[in-house]
C-alpha cells in the first residue's frame, strides 16, 4: 500500500516522477472530461434540433429578418389586396400569399395601400412589407399631372417633358386620333379627351401608352357621369356637352358652385327666345381662335377673326372643345343650375367672385365692378392684362 497521499506523483523513497501515477490521474481525468463531453454534445444535438424545427416551423409560411436584395414592385391601378400579394410572392418579397393575406386582413390601413412602383426587399416578414406599402416614403415617383383647362397642345408639351418623348411622336398619334380608345361619339380630334388627372407613367412609355394613360381616364369619367343619357336628357349630343365643358372650364372662377349658372347661361343663349342673337359671345373661345393664354379680355380686333372657334361672329357652339374639361365642369355641363341669367362677369381676379345678370343693364353695372377692381392698383391691372 502506498503511503503519498492523493496528488503526489514522486515517489518519496527515490524522489522520481512515478509516471505510473500519471497515467492513473490523467485516466480519470480524462473519463470525466468524455462524461462531459457526451452529455454536453447531447445537449446541444437536442438545442440544435429543437431550434431547426422551430425555426422551420416560423418559416414555412413567412420569412423572417430585414429582407436580403432591393426589389421595385409595381402595385397596379385596381389590383385588389389578394392581387397585390400573388405580387408580392413572385418577386419574392413574401414567402406565401397566406402570411401576406393575414397580415392585410388584420390592419385595416391595408386597404389605402397606392397605385404604383415600390422599392421594397426580398424575403421580408409580411408584416413588414405592408408596413412598407402603407409608408409614401416608399413609392417610386414617375407621375405626370395634366392640367384641366388647357389646350392639347400645351399638354402635349408637358407629356414631352416628363417622358423625354419628343413632340412630334405625340403629334403623329394624335393625326390617328381614332385609335386613341375614344368613344364612337368622338369629332374633329382628341382636343378635349386627354383628360386632366395624375398619371404613373409606364416603365416604358411611348406616345400611344401615355396618351392612351389619359383617354382612358376620359371614358371612366364619361360613364362615371353617364355623359351619353344625360346629354340627351339636354337635347344635346355628348360631343355638344363635351364643348360646353370645355367652355365653362376656362370661364369659370375659384368657385364651383359658378359652374352651373354659367352653363345655364349659355344655353339661355342657346335658346332663341332667351337670345335671338345666338351666339355665345364667350372671349374664352375667341381666345382659342387667336392662341392667345394668360388673358382675361380679348380685343375688339381679335373678336373679329373669322374662326369657326369665334362664337362673337358665329352662332351655336364652336365646332369643338377648346380645352380638357374637368370631371367638375364635365358635371355642370350635364347638370346646368336653374336661372334665367344670360350674362356673367368676373369682378375680382384674386377671389374668382362672378356676378350673374338676367339684363344688359345689371351686368353692365357688373362690368363698372369689375373695371373699379382692375384700376385700383397696378398689380390688379397687370393680373387683367395678362401681365
Known sequence: ???????????????????????????????????????????????????????????????????????????PKGATLRQISDILVAADVVKTAKAFDREAEANADSKKIQVGKYNLKTQLPAKTALAMLLDPKNIVRNRITLKDGVRLSVQVAALS?????????????????????????????????????????????????????????????ATDLNIEDNANALNYSPYQVLVMASIIEKEAGLNDDDRGKIARVFYNRLDPKLWPVGRLESDATVAYANNITGRVFTTKAERQLDSPYNTYLHKGLPVGPITSPSKKSLDAALHPADGAWLYFTVVNLDTGETLFANTLGEQQAN????????????????????K
Not at 21 to 45: D, H, N, P, Q, T
Not at 182 to 210: H, Q, R, S
Not at 367 to 386: H, I, P, V
Open 1 to 75: 500500500m502506498s503511503n503519498r497521499s492523493p496528488g503526489e506523483i514522486r515517489d518519496p523513497e527515490t524522489g522520481k516522477v512515478d509516471f505510473k501515477e500519471i497515467w492513473y490521474k490523467a485516466r480519470a481525468a480524462f473519463a470525466v472530461l468524455l462524461s462531459l463531453a457526451v452529455l454536453g454534445g447531447g445537449g446541444w444535438y437536442i438545442y440544435s434540433k429543437g431550434h431547426d424545427a422551430w425555426m422551420d416551423f416560423r418559416t414555412a409560411e413567412d420569412y423572417i429578418g430585414n429582407g436580403v436584395d432591393p426589389v421595385q414592385v409595381t402595385v
Open 161 to 221: 417633358k416628363a417622358t423625354g418623348i419628343p413632340v412630334k411622336d405625340f403629334n403623329a398619334k394624335l393625326k390617328d386620333w381614332k385609335k386613341l380608345g375614344l368613344p364612337t361619339w368622338a369629332k374633329n380630334g382628341a382636343e378635349g379627351f386627354v383628360f386632366p388627372d395624375t398619371y404613373e407613367l409606364p416603365d416604358k412609355p411611348t406616345a400611344a401608352n401615355v396618351l392612351k394613360l389619359a383617354t382612358d381616364q376620359f371614358n371612366v369619367v
Open 367 to 386: 362690368s363698372a365692378k369689375l373695371q373699379e377692381w382692375c384700376t385700383a392698383s397696378q398689380a390688379n391691372r397687370d393680373k387683367c392684362n395678362g
